[in-house]
Every structure is written in structure tokens, then in C-alpha cells.
């Protein structure tokens, strides 16, 4: 009888909030977090890898237009 009544007010009480808490803590924010960030990753590298195509020229190109960059920087602050 003590049990039953220990049951209904503590420990069903606690199990529906730790339902809860897992519900929005963990799955919604914490495992949110994880996948977004490993979906951000995934699609940041499938757009670098575009630019890695082996023609050294492409290379140049960037090189000449990264010097560039950090000269205007350095010119314009």
C-alpha cells in the first residue's frame, strides 16, 4: 500500500518528466546539435571538394587571387 502510493506520487511524477526532459533535451537539442553540425561538415566539404581538381593552373588562379586579397586587405585597414 505504501509502495503503490510512493509509486503514484514520486516515481510516476518523476518517470513523465525525465520522459519530457529526454524528449527535448536529448533528442531535440543535444542530438540536434551533433547532426547539424555533422550535416554543416559534410556540406562544406563536398563545396571544397570542387575546388581541389588537379589542374595546377586552377591552383594559380586561386594563389594569385588569395596574394590579391591580402594586399587590399593590407592596402585598405
Known amino acids: 500500500r505504501v509502495d503503490e502510493l510512493y509509486n503514484k ?7 513523465w518528466l525525465t520522459e519530457i526532459f529526454y ?3 536529448d533528442v ?11 550535416k554543416f561538415f559534410n ?3 563536398l563545396d571544397w ?3 581541389q581538381t588537379g589542374i595546377i593552373q586552377d591552383y594559380a588562379v586561386f594563389s594569385v587571387a588569395g ?3 591580402i594586399l587590399l586587405y593590407i592596402l585598405l585597414r
Open 9 to 15: 506520487i514520486i516515481i510516476s511524477p518523476l518517470m
Open 23 to 25: 524528449k527535448i533535451l
Open 28 to 38: 531535440k537539442i543535444i542530438d540536434g546539435a551533433v547532426n547539424g553540425t555533422a
Open 43 to 45: 556540406s562544406l566539404s
Open 49 to 51: 571538394r570542387k575546388l
Open 67 to 69: 596574394i590579391v586579397a
